[in-house]
């Protein structure tokens, strides 16, 4: 009995780790979106977080967060004093927990997609917030510049930007929710291929 469940902990380990390496991969393959300035860009990293979510249990997902984080820390460096990264898995890991929460709840397809809407909804507001009182102010300080400076990168590629909280509104917020809307369409087929391999 005990022989089996090290070999069930093993294997999760084994593809905990799988899937974070792949997570730390496609953080190198970045895509700006047209509506938000050019620093703001759409990794879709939290895929095989997600994945990990959903076939592993929650925690796996945010574990796969973690480990992604830090080996992006270990191997490319910060240069927001790892607030970036600390940010990145703060936002990433609501993302999965919640999904991988609510499917594990019921594991069928209705509470995977509900899963995924819920948690992109939290995701949404929970970065708005974060940039809204620590994020934007926190580089704009890091990097000397004033707040305003970022607002003025948002107006010239959004013209629903006039200010700090219509940059939030119509920059930052629809920034995370096109990403969670992304990341959730390409994990419904992705997951359907990658679920038997994952569940042997």
């Not at 620590?134 to 970022?150: C, H, M, N, T």
């Amino acid at each position: 009995m005990l022989m089996v469940k090290g070999q069930i902990n093993t294997r999760t380990m084994v593809k905990t780790a799988v899937l974070s390496v792949l997570a730390f991969l496609i953080m190198y393959f970045e895509m700006p979106l047209w509506f938000t300035p050019p620093f703001l860009k759409v990794d879709l990293s939290d895929i095989p977080a997600l994945i990990g979510a959903f076939a592993l249990g929650p925690i796996a997902g945010v574990v796969i967060e973690l480990i992604k984080n830090i080996l992006n820390l270990a191997i490319e460096g910060t240069t927001t004093a790892a607030v970036g990264e600390l940010a990145n898995f703060f936002v990433g890991s609501i993302f999965v927990f919640v999904a991988g929460f609510i499917y594990q709840k019921y594991k069928s397809f209705k509470s995977a997609i509900s899963g995924m809407i819920v948690a992109t909804i939290a995701m949404t507001l929970v970065a708005s917030v974060l940039n809204y009182y620590f994020l934007i102010p926190f580089y704009a300080k890091l990097f000397g510049v004033s707040v305003d400076k970022y607002v003025e990168m948002g107006a010239q590629v959004n013209r629903f930007v006039t200010d700090y909280k219509s940059f939030i509104l119509c920059g930052i917020l629809p920034f995370n929710f096109v990403k969670g809307v992304m990341v959730s369409l390409i994990t419904i087929p992705l997951y359907k291929r990658v679920s038997p391999i994952l569940h042997r």
